[in-house]
């Protein structure tokens, strides 16, 4: 059962309140989201929402012209007209509470949803996942019990519509965004999240390594409907005045904590850079380029001691498990030229990331990996192959990668490539590249073609995959384009505003929204329009066909009730 939707997906009224109630959106001088841009809805559309075992699901609905019936797709973009200064409705805040409740008094239990999965619970989180992704609740509970997906869920995140990664199901895509100590504003970062999820961004990161960390974070935390991640060594580096070597064990849970409590769904946390793998990246082209990876690394050679993060991994453990927050175990030795891929640094590091998803596993806390970064094609599916084996089938999580280092300001395409191959051989979650990587800070324009492009990625995944229904759209799409219906064919695409302006660049009248051709091949040479009359005419000539068919048969039939006499009104003249 569907319902139509009115932007608020719930019933529950947000107040501005994180999930334990206590806090509010940091109100600044001056206002931080005065003048953010609206966020148009998609042509055609309406979000409805499919209605079953309680919950309420959203959904995109396309109207169709020429009798189609209308297509839904999976959305991301969460409740819709929304005073950011209020925040998401929480639409979690029940299910987390009931939870809670049924812990026994002044305990902190562990929260997450790996350890009701092991429990063999069904939450309505993996029932929400279950309806989205169409399986059932049951197969979500078991992927997440033996670790093979996570659903990132942080009870002081209820304002997520629970989403979940994993081989298993539809590729996700992560959008990166955030602030640097050049440029950007609390007010751009929103509006960027806001963008990103409008394109179709699955989870989004919050890499602000500038002013004001705690409360862009938060206006982040409090408007989203998917979960947050964060690299949180960028915000103790900024407690530790940006001194590597002034970090320690204690100062990096205290910001855990902080984070904790905002509602960050994973933490990408780089314990894999040991101190005894640091020489192996001596001799590459591109050394250490993981921002997090290089602070660790520079921290366990100032120290000459093993990585702390290593080493204490266990206390880590408590405090994801009480909050529900999921690791995405960073990959800080990853290759940054292709000429680094798949060397003994990177691999030594996974070895350590499998060693530690079993550590985590035991404390029941989600776990995915992250995986690169530079990699020709020929050396992407070792990735997966191993990463699968080392880490135990534990989602994989990628950053592209980028296939080959030529092209900056294109490094969107040239990730997108390696990104739709590597998630065909089984990454469960692409992180996106926009054409300013190497080069700048994202904006939104950005945003949109990272996004695009990993959609596409994905997507093509999912078809390869032969993941269920994901050829659909495929067919949809080309039948609305066959038939020449121009505006389903805009509508169902993934950017229907490109596709629109560009057909319209050339051929903006109306009328030309009926035409049997577009101004590429023109009317004479429209392969679509000739194929059409190819088919017209095989289908009068199969007409005529069974005409003269049929005539003979009524010939031979008056010739048998005839006497079956050759002519007719006398004998055979022989
Ligand atoms: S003119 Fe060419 S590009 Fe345009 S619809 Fe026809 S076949 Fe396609």
């Given at each position: ?5 009115n932007?608020?997906g ?13 806090r ?12 953010l841009p609206?966020?148009?809805g ?13 919950l ?6 396309i ?24 925040g ?46 169409n ?46 100590a ?8 929103v ?29 982040i ?24 070597e ?65 080493t ?14 999921a ?22 590091e ?15 806390v ?48 040239t ?32 945003v949109?073609?990272g ?11 999912d078809l390869a ?27 169902l ?37 000739i194929?059409?009359?190819?088919r ?19 010939k ?19």
């Open positions: 059962m569907t319902t139509n939707g932007g608020n719930n019933g529950n009224g947000g107040n501005g309140n994180g999930g334990n109630g206590k509010s959106l940091p109100q600044a001088g001056s206002d931080p989201v005065a003048n609206a966020i148009e998609f042509p055609a559309s309406e979000k409805v929402y499919v209605e079953r075992d309680g309420r699901v959203p959904v995109r609905r109207h169709l012209d020429g009798g189609e019936p209308p297509f839904d797709v999976y959305d991301t973009s969460g409740p819709q007209g929304i005073d950011p200064h209020h998401l409705p929480k639409l979690r805040k029940p299910w987390i509470d009931a939870r809670l409740a049924a812990e026994p008094g002044g305990s902190r239990g562990n929260r997450s949803q790996m350890h009701y999965a092991r429990r063999g619970i069904v939450t309505p989180e993996m029932q929400f996942v279950a309806i989205r992704e399986v059932t609740g049951e197969f979500v509970r078991d992927e997440i019990a033996r670790g093979r997906a996570i659903l990132p869920a942080n009870i002081n995140h209820p304002e997520t519509e629970p989403m979940i990664i994993g081989r298993n199901f539809l590729v996700k895509i992560n959008a990166n965004i955030g602030n640097s050049v440029t950007s504003t609390i007010g751009e970062e509006d960027k999240l806001r963008w990103a999820v409008k394109w179709g961004a699955d989870t989004v990161m919050d890499l602000s390594t500038g002013k004001l960390i705690h409360e862009t974070r938060e206006w935390v409090r408007n989203s409907p998917v979960p947050i991640g964060t690299v949180p060594i960028y915000q103790c580096l900024e407690k530790a005045g940006g001194d590597p002034k970090l320690s064990i204690e100062m990096f849970l205290d910001t855990l904590i902080e984070q904790a409590e905002q509602g960050v769904d994973y933490f990408t946390i780089h314990a894999g850079v040991r101190l005894a793998y640091i020489p192996y990246t001596a001799n590459r082209l591109t050394g250490i380029v993981s921002r997090g990876g290089s602070i660790m690394a520079k921290w366990c050679l100032a120290h000459h001691k093993e990585n702390f993060l290593y204490e991994f266990e206390r880590i453990c408590e405090v994801m498990k009480q909050y529900d927050v690791f995405s175990l960073g990959d800080g030795l990853r290759p940054g030229s292709t000429a680094d891929a798949n060397d003994r640094a990177q691999l030594a996974l070895e350590t990331l499998g060693e530690l998803t079993e550590i985590a596993w035991k404390h029941d989600q776990t995915m990996i992250e995986g690169p970064g530079h990699v020709g094609m020929h050396k992407i599916k070792e990735n997966v192959e191993l990463q699968l084996k080392i880490c135990k089938e534990a989602p994989f999580y990628t950053l592209g990668p980028l296939v080959t280092d030529i092209a900056p300001g294109y490094d969107h395409i990730s997108a490539i390696g990104a739709a191959m590597i998630g065909w051989f089984g990454t469960a979650m692409l992180c996106y590249v926009t054409p300013k990587e190497h080069l700048g800070l994202p904006d939104r324009d950005d949109k073609a996004v695009i492009a990993y959609k596409i990625a994905a997507h093509a995944a995959k032969g993941h269920p229904g994901a050829q659909d759209r495929d067919n949809a799409l080309s039948k609305a384009r066959f038939e020449f219906r121009w505006q389903d064919q805009f509508h695409s993934l950017d229907p505003d490109t596709a629109k302006d560009f057909h319209d660049e050339t051929l903006p009248a109306p009328a030309a929204k009926g035409a049997h051709f577009c101004s590429m091949c023109g009317p004479k040479f429209c392969s679509m329009k194929t059409e009359e190819v017209e005419m095989a289908k009068a000539q199969a007409a005529q066909a069974i005409d003269v068919e049929a005539g003979l048969a009524a031979a039939a008056e010739f048998r009730e005839g006497g079956q006499k050759i002519y007719a009104g006398g004998d055979d003249p022989h």
